[in-house]
């Protein structure tokens, strides 16, 4: 599961178990297992996967927050470069920018006024860049009722 803690975002098929396993063997987290779960899922799950070991679904997995997609047996591969390739086709510097806000407001912030000046100074540059051209596109039609048709995978 550590490594899986990794990742941004976690694609599982009905059928994956996943939990802390290590547990079973005396053998502590030392990859961030303690530092990354308790963030993502909140303390009290975390606890609970750490300090019993046990089993959990996938479904149970996106229900903790664990798992991002639950897909058919067999169809993760695919569904996780879907998924890659949607993400490719945005505006990079817009996307980079706000993931780096979030990591940073999660881990490095000392406290929520911290993390909203550094999501501005992180931002603004990025106006500029690309969010003058998205919006003039919007105004123009493109994406308008959450389509994504206009936008093409780079992968």
């Known amino acids: 599961m550590e490594l899986a803690l990794f990742a941004d975002l976690r694609v599982v098929e009905e059928d994956a178990i996943m ?9 502590p ?3 961030g297992g303690t530092v990354r779960l ?14 019993t070991g046990r089993a959990i679904g996938a ?17 993760a591969l695919d569904a996780a470069i879907e998924l890659a390739n949607q993400i490719a086709a ?10 780096h806000s979030a990591y940073y407001g999660m881990f490095d912030s ?5 993390s ?17 051209k998205g919006a003039t596109r919007f105004t123009e039609g493109v994406g308008r009722g959450g389509s994504f048709k206009e936008f093409k995978p780079k992968l």
Not at 19 to 27: I, N, P, T
Not at 62 to 72: H, I, K, S, T
Request: glycine residues 10%; positive net charge; contains cysteine.
């Open 110 to 114: 000392r406290s929520f006024v911290e």
């Open 29 to 31: 987290l030392i990859d």
């Open 59 to 75: 479904h149970e997995a996106l229900e903790f927050g664990l798992a991002n997609r639950v897909v058919p047996k067999g169809t």
């Open 19 to 27: 939990g802390v396993f290590c547990r079973r063997f005396g053998v």
């Open 38 to 51: 308790p963030r993502l899922i909140g303390l009290s799950r975390a606890l609970d996967l750490i300090l």
């Open 90 to 99: 945005f505006p990079q510097e817009c996307m980079k920018a706000d993931r």
């Open 116 to 132: 909203m000046k550094f999501e501005f100074r992180h931002g603004k540059g990025v106006v500029a860049k690309e969010s003058v």
